[in-house]
């Protein structure tokens, strides 16, 4: 993403890297600022595609976590 001219940026979310159930499937999410570029990687996987109902309740959390962070704002602000 190219940061607007006469703009800089003021907060970028943290970058963050979430595992769920040991090796079940993982979020990443970064965010790094390069000159006048923001670089965003986002990453979601999960290594299987069914999962029993006592793993609901990690699932929910799990996903509940993606939406907050890709929720997150960046903020500009003039120079």
């Known amino acids: ?8 940026v ?3 979310p943290k970058s963050a890297k ?7 499937g993982y979020f990443e999410y970064l965010l790094a600022q390069q000159g006048d570029k923001i670089q965003m990687r986002c990453r979601v996987r ?4 069914q999962f ?3 793993d609901y309740g990690n699932l929910r ?8 962070k890709e929720n997150e704002q960046i903020v500009l ?3």
């Open 46 to 49: 999960l290594n299987k595609a």
């Open 10 to 12: 003021d907060e970028l």
């Open 77 to 79: 602000k003039k120079k």
């Open 52 to 54: 029993p109902p006592e």
């Open 18 to 24: 979430v595992v769920f159930n040991g090796d079940q």
């Open 61 to 68: 959390d799990f996903f509940a976590f993606i939406v907050k």
């Open 1 to 8: 993403m190219d940061i607007p001219e006469g703009y800089v």
